[in-house]
């Protein structure tokens, strides 16, 4: 794999899981939501379904039932249907609109700032996700994420694992796909990705749907496996 | 024009002329190019004559003369037309895409990093130019700019002055057009992202054509008048 790695220009990072950790940082915003407005309902089990209701979302954009609508829309139709769920009532709509965001406000895994400061000094680093530019860019500067530049499904008018996004991003960085490796926690995203010609590396998040909830293992046959970011820029050599 | 500015979330920038200066830049790689391969020109008028295919080739874009092809494209077309026209031969495809790419190496003037760290740390700072995201990224790298964001034209498929630029950028941020700050020294961009309602400041640079060779008053109607990016930051009260 030498070879082949001494042509990477760029590392585009998966964000949701692999750089920040959304189950843990929803789960404790939703946690002072319920403190302040007196609602008393299990936050991890809203987080999940948070979570779990954004696959089946895009799908339905992906396969042409929706018309295009960028994450925090998509977000916000789940959202709604959780508190209907939860039977969560009499939330504003300017109170709703700011626990939709919180999304744009999730923490980045220990390692990220500081493995991500290191992959720069080498590397292009950008977003590949499928959050949109604003999420992305709100969250970079909530999170002190040190991106190079900000790529996201959004500019491309598909959704990560659609074959386009990927090619689009080596495109819109003026490289081709073996310059570029994706760097990601999810075995389809990584697969996606390499079936346009990106490099791979898995970051596996165990923790990533909290304590003891590991969901299936998180394998593939990557050129590169690193448990965290300063782990990845050690294998690259970076100081 | 306090309660207009007080909504100001973002700021977006032009980029060649007032954030970089191209002028000496070029001339400067061009006086190293022209030694290391025995070629002696004016580079000066070099570099003025390859800014200024810049306007009419991106408006044969505009004007449906030319399909969408991104800055990158336009200035190799500029460029092989300049090496005919100061009959510089030999050089090979290898030397001629780096020297296009001069364009991914310019200097910044001397307040701008200062001044953009400082005005990041109000506000969300973004590059608005018609260079592509490869060029901007690259720069960016080169130069040391803090961006939050890089934005470019070719991502709305429109160059600049179009409203569309403007527009699609405000989305992408996720704001609307008088919460973002156009940040310019060319009143025709000042003028078409205003119309679209953006807030504005000019940041004259007497310097952008090289000593002396001042291109009519940069005069335009702006929300702030700044000389320069830290002059910026005082306006805006940030420390």
């Known amino acids: 794999m030498q070879n082949a790695r001494s042509h990477v220009k760029a590392l585009t990072f998966d964000v949701f899981g692999t750089v920040v950790d959304w189950y843990s940082s929803i789960v404790a915003e939703g946690e002072k939501f319920g403190d302040t407005h007196g609602i008393d309902i299990d936050w991890t089990q809203f987080a999940l379904k948070w979570r779990a209701g954004y696959g089946p979302a895009m799908n339905r954009v992906r396969s042409g039932e929706l018309p295009w609508q960028n994450i925090d829309a998509l977000h916000r139709l789940i959202l709604d249907s959780l508190l ?28 990220a700032v500081s493995g991500l400061e290191r992959l720069r000094k080498r590397y292009i680093v950008a977003t590949l996700s499928n959050g949109n530019v604003a999420l992305l860019t709100n969250m970079a500067k909530f999170a002190g ?95």
């Open 145 to 239: 994420l040190p991106w190079d530049c900000i790529l996201s499904a959004e500019l491309t008018g598909h959704y990560k694992p659609d074959p386009e996004v990927y090619q689009t991003a080596a495109a819109l960085l003026g490289l081709s796909p073996n310059e570029v490796m994706m760097v990601a926690t999810h075995p389809g995203d990584l697969r996606a990705s390499q079936a346009v010609g990106f490099q791979t590396a898995l970051v596996p998040r165990p923790l990533e749907y909290g304590p003891g909830r590991v969901q299936g293992v998180n394998a593939h046959p990557s050129d590169l496996v690193a448990n965290d970011f300063n782990e990845l820029a050690d294998l690259l050599g970076i100081a």
């Open 84 to 111: 209907d769920e939860f039977k969560i009532e009499g939330v504003s709509e300017a109170d709703k609109n700011h626990l939709n965001r919180v999304w744009h406000r999730l923490k980045p895994w220990p390692d």
